[in-house]
């Protein structure tokens, strides 16, 4: 008779709904959602008063909870974090932060309506990649480009386009595989291409691609390994010798880049990888490469080369299939015009802001924030100490040279748990990602930017089951 006393006190719903509580959760969730959840909530708490869970709870603390569920059921999980892995160009995480000039073009581009393929010197229909065009063939000296939503359909309509039905000619050692298992042969194969190796894994010669073209060969396709390096007793053939080769045959050269970058790396202290305006002054015929890795930019494949072969490629049907939108070209078209100014490049990229930090600038970062990260976990059990750390570009992109870093170590003492803080910091509303290794928790500060951010985010842990 008590537990039914206590459930006659509880309030109805609608008297709930029009508590003046419940206004600023009507307002920011709808009625239909925090209805539902208010409904839910309750009943399970009727349940556990007749199951013997004690009394009823105040309504001060009902709206509480109710408040907690809605919020969780509202946070996105494709939310900002913190990437402390160590790995610049992550692909989990979203691979390239856009320069500050990018994220306004997007903006502009989401809030107005823009001349996405309307030409305004004649009022007429225009085409969308003429945003671009110009600045790639600025860029990379190539005499026509065009642009789709990543570089694996770049490559795959390249092909397409190039070659369906008939034979492209690859080494053995370029066969390669990118993230999510999709390898190049399955490409082509959907391309409609059929596949001719040539070579061995580790050494392919000119006359390799000279006793294998026929009459039905269509290109040569040339694929930079930058996801692997294969070393020692190994031979390829470099793009400019194949470019004679294909024009010999009268067949294509396809280059496809990976990452592709658009500069010189090593200016900058980095490990150099070819350009793209180094692969057209080869004589590629079509060069394909991303605008989220090396680039700095938001996800897209580039496609430059001849004109006569982008204006085919732009006839292909799978063309409207694979474009990009408007914001995403506003973006890209901020962040190539940051390159026509590479002497301020590193500071207005952040990839390359990222890829360039110094050890001593972040070592001092550590030291920092050390004791106060420390503060925030001895109380659970934890240690927190400076530690050296090697950090990786990522996206395939130089895949054998590392980083020079700094970091915090965090060790559990008494056989505390770090799997638990790993969760616990994955579960902050500004998710906190470092890498598990060796004993310890790394966080890798390279990436690491707002400092207060962190540590505010940092100061919520307590609450995510480390009590």
């Known amino acids: 008779m008590a537990d039914l006393l206590d459930l006659r006190a509880l309030p109805s719903i609608d008297q709930m709904l029009n508590a003046p509580d419940a206004a600023p959760l009507l307002e920011r969730h709808g009625r239909a959602v925090v209805t539902e959840q208010l409904r839910s909530l309750l009943a399970e708490i009727r349940q556990a008063v007749r199951d013997g869970g004690g009394a009823l709870p105040q309504i001060d603390d009902v709206f509480a909870s109710l408040l907690c569920r809605l919020d969780y059921r509202?946070?996105?999980?494709?939310?900002?974090?913190?990437?402390?892995?160590?790995?610049?160009?992550?692909?989990?995480?979203?691979?390239?932060?856009?320069?500050?000039e990018a994220i306004a073009a997007a903006v502009d581009a989401m809030r107005e309506a823009a001349a996405l393929e309307l030409d305004l010197d004649t009022g007429k229909r225009g085409e969308r990649d003429s945003h671009l065009r110009m600045l790639l063939c600025e860029l990379t000296g190539a005499e026509d480009a065009t642009v789709v939503n990543n570089?694996?359909?770049?490559?795959?309509?390249?092909?397409?386009?190039?070659?369906?039905?008939?034979?492209?000619?690859?080494?053995?050692?370029?066969?390669?595989?990118?993230?999510?298992?999709?390898r190049m042969p399955d490409i082509m194969k959907r391309a409609g291409v059929r596949l001719v190796e040539v070579g061995t894994t580790n050494r392919t010669h000119p006359r390799d691609y000279r006793k294998a073209i026929g009459p039905d060969t269509a290109l040569i396709l040339k694929v930079h390994t930058s996801n692997y390096r294969i070393e020692g007793f190994t031979a390829e053939v470099p793009g400019a010798e194949l470019a004679v080769i294909a024009r010999e045959?009268?067949?294509?050269?396809?280059?496809?880049?990976?990452?592709?970058?658009?500069?010189?790396l090593s200016r900058y202290g980095l490990a150099r990888e070819p350009t793209v305006r180094e692969a057209v002054a080869d004589g590629a015929d079509l060069v394909t490469f991303s605008g989220d890795k090396l680039l700095g930019g938001p996800q897209a494949g580039f496609i430059v080369g001849r004109r006569d072969l982008i204006a085919e490629i732009n006839r292909n049907p799978l063309k409207r299939a694979l474009r990009l939108d408007k914001i995403r070209i506003a973006a890209l078209a901020s962040t190539l015009k940051l390159y026509r100014d590479p002497d301020r490049l590193a500071a207005r990229l952040p990839t390359l802001r990222m890829l360039t930090r110094r050890e001593g600038e972040i070592r001092a970062q550590a030291e920092r924030l050390r004791p106060q990260l420390a503060r925030l976990l001895e109380k659970h059990g934890f240690t927190v100490e400076i530690c050296a750390c090697r950090s990786q570009v990522g996206s395939g992109a130089l895949p054998v040279d590392t980083l020079p870093s700094a970091g915090l170590r965090i060790l559990g003492e008494r056989g505390t748990n770090l799997e638990r803080l790993a969760a616990a910091l994955r579960a902050l509303a500004r998710p906190v990602i470092g890498r598990l290794g060796d004993g310890a928790l790394i966080l890798d500060l390279r990436c690491l930017a707002d400092e207060a951010g962190f540590l505010e985010s940092l100061s919520q842990?307590?609450?995510?089951?480390?009590a």
């Not at 946070?75 to 932060?97: D, E, I, Y």
């Not at 842990?461 to 480390?466: A, D, I, K």
């Open 461 to 466: 842990v307590s609450g995510h089951g480390l």
């Open 74 to 100: 509202s946070r996105s999980n494709l939310r900002p974090l913190f990437n402390l892995t160590g790995t610049v160009l992550h692909t989990n995480l979203g691979r390239a932060l856009l320069a500050e």
């Open 151 to 182: 570089n694996a359909a770049a490559v795959l309509i390249a092909l397409a386009t190039v070659g369906e039905g008939r034979e492209a000619i690859v080494s053995r050692g370029e066969l390669i595989e990118i993230g999510g298992a999709f």
């Open 249 to 264: 045959a009268g067949v294509v050269l396809l280059n496809d880049l990976g990452s592709g970058t658009l500069v010189d």
